[in-house]
């Protein structure tokens, strides 16, 4: 287990790397005043009016960086630095989950698929917490038992299940992104300046996904690598 533990760590780092950097970026950004001074919560209302959406509330939700759209109740849930905020961040923010509630509006098949798969990524996640947590103290990487073997293979099958998840997830969010964007320049929400800022920032958004299905790859080939091993010797 020892590669396993490298790899968590390796990934963890890396994962914490961009988050300090999506961070700093956000701070950046959100010094950079919006020239027509609109909310975070003005720009997700006039983004969803313009799309016809009326069906999707607004509301405000604590902490930071914790804005989200929820499929379930329709709402868009921005965070305090978000809602109140007059920024080209706040705006990046703001759109970008509104571009998930256009996605949801339009029947958007990787979101749908992706609104399926959360049941299963949530028990995979739990089990593979179980098996890992067992795997310690029975130590499967030691003999080559068919017990070994077995929670080799809930393993996988709980990494294939939540790197499929994270792999979804990818166009999903670079999709809303990329609508958030064209609505923001089309609209003349942002100025030049300010769009480069939330263009910015919103990769910099994108890049937690990418680095969390690049660690859940990675940890499914190294399994299925010891898998193949342990069956050849």
């Not at 759109?95 to 256009?102: K, L, P, R, S, T």
């Not at 080559?144 to 393993?155: E, P, R, Y």
Request: positive net charge.
């Amino acid at each position: 287990m020892a590669g396993y533990y490298l790899i968590g760590i390796v990934m963890f780092l890396i994962s914490m790397g961009i988050q300090w950097r999506l961070k700093s970026k956000f701070a950046q950004y959100s010094t950079m005043s919006l020239g027509n001074g609109m909310s975070g919560k003005e720009v997700a209302e006039k983004m969803l009016q313009d799309h016809g959406i009326q069906d999707v509330k607004v509301i405000h939700v604590a902490g930071q960086l914790t804005d989200h759209y929820n499929p379930l109740n329709k709402t868009v849930n921005l965070s305090d630095d978000v809602y109140a905020g007059r920024s080209a961040a706040a705006a990046a923010v703001a759109a970008h989950e509104c571009g998930h509630a256009v996605q949801h509006a339009s029947s958007y098949g990787p979101l749908a698929l992706r609104s399926k798969l959360v049941p299963l990524q949530n028990v995979s996640g739990m089990v593979l917490n179980i098996v890992i947590f067992a795997s310690m103290f029975i130590g499967f990487g030691l003999a080559n038992t068919g017990l070994s073997q077995t929670m080799l293979l809930v393993i996988i099958a709980c990494y294939a299940v939540i790197t499929a998840f994270a792999l979804i997830t990818l166009p999903v969010e670079f999709d809303a992104s990329n609508r958030a964007l064209a609505w923001m320049k089309d609209r003349g929400v942002v100025s030049v300046s300010e769009y480069a800022g939330a263009k910015d920032a919103l990769k910099w958004a994108a890049m937690t996904y990418v680095a969390a299905a690049a660690g859940s790859l990675v940890n499914l080939l190294y399994f299925v690598l010891r898998f193949i091993g342990n069956t050849r010797d």
